[in-house]
């Protein structure tokens, strides 16, 4: 089991946009020599709290900064690109990285962002199933041309990325139709934050079926994406992160989460979080992480605890947290 980053770097009130991602990239060169895995970045357009859009600008940022960590994006909304641009700016991060790079994409789920890009809505699954097999072809060093949303002739992605076989291509999914456009077109699905063992049970099912179904083996990675927080104690840790959890699912993610409840004491809070994010001391937190790779077959989680309401020094705090977990994991 491996432990890896995700950041979308928001910003509270209080804070600087420009403070936040010196601090995280600060952060992320520590991470690498602390035995942290990766490092994905998210992108969502136009909100208030200044989720930053250009995933691969921060990726690129960190590869400067690190040696080993694996490096890349969770997700780029991919029908909100030109595929070719994508495919580019993946090569590129390989490049960059010396190898370590992984795109993760998705299909996207806020309306606004598409109106404010010119796409159709309600078309957007149309055009990211085109556009995953056109990057995956231009990544694999084809010509590829395209006549759907995005029409082209002749491109091709050069330099070509370090890894022969390209870079490997994580999709993001929700629902159950994503799920099984992740196991048909992806090599690995990134199990999304917020949902519960049993659901996350039931969709590996299907995902796993569907691979099986349509003559494709098994997926070698098995990444989770999760919120979590690690300090001395269960109860400190809940304490330092309940005002980013706040924020995420009581704001940001609020329409994907009808349960979450409306009186979000700490209690409550607790109660409807279980089984849904990694928040705890180190033995907690690694005894949670064994369970799901043991019930689920995760090989790596990506967690994230840098969210608006977390102050910069328990961020910190929790970054030494996780380190103490890997420990754990490792011994």
């Given amino acids: 089991m491996r432990i890896g980053l995700h950041y979308s770097f928001q910003v509270g009130p209080d804070e600087s946009g420009h403070r936040v991602v010196e601090r995280g990239l600060r952060d ?14 998210a992108e969502h357009h136009f909100l208030d709290d200044g989720w930053l859009p250009r995933p691969m600008l921060l990726a690129s940022a960190a590869a400067a900064v690190t040696t080993r960590m694996r490096i890349g994006t969770d997700i780029v909304i991919l029908a909100l690109h030109h595929p070719v ?32 890009f010119g796409v159709p809505y309600r078309r957007r699954a149309r055009i990211y199933q085109e556009s995953i097999g056109q990057v995956r072809r231009l990544l694999a060093g084809e010509v590829v041309d395209g006549d759907g949303h995005y029409t082209f002739r002749g491109a091709r992605v050069r330099p070509l990325p370090v890894n022969p076989a390209g870079v490997p291509l994580w999709l993001g999914a929700l629902e159950d139709p994503g799920v099984r456009r992740a196991a048909a077109s992806g090599d690995a699905w990134v199990m999304p934050p917020g949902h519960s063992l049993d659901r996350l049970h039931r969709q590996l099912a299907l995902f796993r079926a569907d691979r099986e179904a349509a003559g494709l083996p098994p997926v070698l990675e098995q990444p989770l994406r999760r919120e979590g927080f690690v300090a001395e104690t269960d109860e400190r840790a809940w304490e330092l992160f309940a005002p980013g959890l706040r924020h995420e699912y009581g704001t940001v993610y609020r329409p ?54 977390v102050s910069a020094e328990a961020v910190g ?15």
């Fill in 85 to 116: 641009a994508v495919a580019e700016e993946a090569a590129v991060l390989d490049l960059m990285s010396g190898g370590r790079a992984i795109l993760g994409v998705g299909l996207g789920w806020v309306e606004a962002e598409f109106d404010g």
């Fill in 256 to 309: 994907l989460h009808p349960t979450y409840p409306d009186d979000d004491s700490l209690d409550n809070l607790r109660r409807w979080a279980d089984g849904r994010f990694l928040v705890g001391s180190p033995e907690t937190v690694a005894a949670d992480l064994r369970r799901y790779e043991s019930e689920l077959g995760v090989t790596e989680c990506l967690v994230r605890f840098q969210l608006p309401g």
């Fill in 28 to 41: 992320i060169a520590a991470a690498d020599a602390r035995g942290f895995s990766s490092v994905l970045f």
């Fill in 317 to 331: 705090d929790a970054l030494d947290g996780f380190a103490d977990t890997i420990a754990l994991l490792d011994a």
